[in-house]
């Protein structure tokens, strides 16, 4: 035999001696010529292969997805960087700008769709502007914050040391500081008519605590906040109630023992009075 065959389709390899005719040929694409490293576009340092998001100046980059392997490549890019298929035109997902500007950086914010998640986000710092209702049905589909997670360009997440308060991208007003989840342990910002925005690695966090069931935890912790407040206020009242008793019961002695008697219902009131002392 003097042709090869080829490792990803089990085609047969013409290596200048001509195949069989009975022998069906590869038809895999041609390999890439591009270079194993890529450079960012924006600060020209060495990209990682499927790379999301610069690890140098964390500029988000303008990207295609690949049909075949599903890994992430540059929009100008021909072949996959992982596989090597050719790209079609239409996987292309770089975004389109819009007119409003990151609250922390004042860069442009450009409309992008991660899986199922449709979000503003700044290509300087990272950060996402997200409506309430996409956010909302995310969290209540089970598998969909995986998707998004997995979607999503990796980004460090650093715990806040400072509060700073910031506008709403949409209306300027200025958003409210809210712990997501209650103990999920990320504090987002809010805007009741626009939405949620993320710093850069927070939406991250809140799709992985979603995902552990961490809401459901959080729904657990606070009926059990609401029922021990409830037992809390009954008992203050029982205590109140026994209280105006023993107020009476105190009266009612008084007139029992100038009667020279012990009146039962006295003794009665002192019993339940004695329970709460």
């Not at 504090?187 to 799709?207: A, K």
Request: proline fraction near 6%; glycine fraction near 12%.
């Amino acid at each position: 035999m003097d042709y090869a065959i080829c490792l990803g389709c089990g085609g047969a390899v013409d290596e200048g001696s001509g195949i069989p005719d009975e022998e069906p040929p590869c038809n895999c694409p041609p390999p890439s010529i591009e270079p194993a490293t890529v450079s960012c576009p924006t600060c020209g340092g060495a990209l990682k292969v499927g790379a999301r998001a610069c690890q140098f100046c964390h500029c988000t980059l303008a990207t295609r997805r690949c049909g075949d392997c599903a890994a992430w490549n540059l929009a100008e890019a021909i072949h996959c960087q992982a596989c090597g298929r050719v790209l079609a035109a239409e996987q292309a997902g770089g975004g389109d700008l819009t007119d409003r500007k990151c609250p922390r950086c004042s860069g442009a914010l450009t409309a992008r769709r991660y899986g199922e998640l449709d979000v503003e986000e700044c290509d300087g710092c990272g950060g996402l502007l997200v409506a309430q209702p996409v956010m909302d049905r995310i969290v209540a589909t089970k598998d969909a914050p995986t998707n998004v997670r997995v979607a999503l360009p990796e980004r460090p997440y650093t715990r806040e040391t400072q509060v700073s308060y910031i506008r709403c991208p949409a209306c300027g007003d200025m958003m409210n500081r809210r712990a997501f989840g209650q103990i999920s342990g990320v504090v987002v910002d809010v805007c009741r008519d626009h939405g949620v925005w993320f710093d850069p690695g927070e939406l991250g966090q809140v799709l992985t605590f979603v995902e552990r069931g961490g809401l459901g935890e959080a729904r657990r912790r606070e009926t059990e906040t609401l029922k021990e407040a409830r037992r809390s206020v009954r008992s203050e009242q029982m205590r109140s109630t026994m209280g105006s008793m023993g107020s009476q019961s105190m009266a009612l002695e008084h007139q029992g023992m100038t009667g020279g008697m012990r009146s039962p219902g006295v003794q009665f009131l002192k019993a339940l009075v004695s329970l709460w002392s």
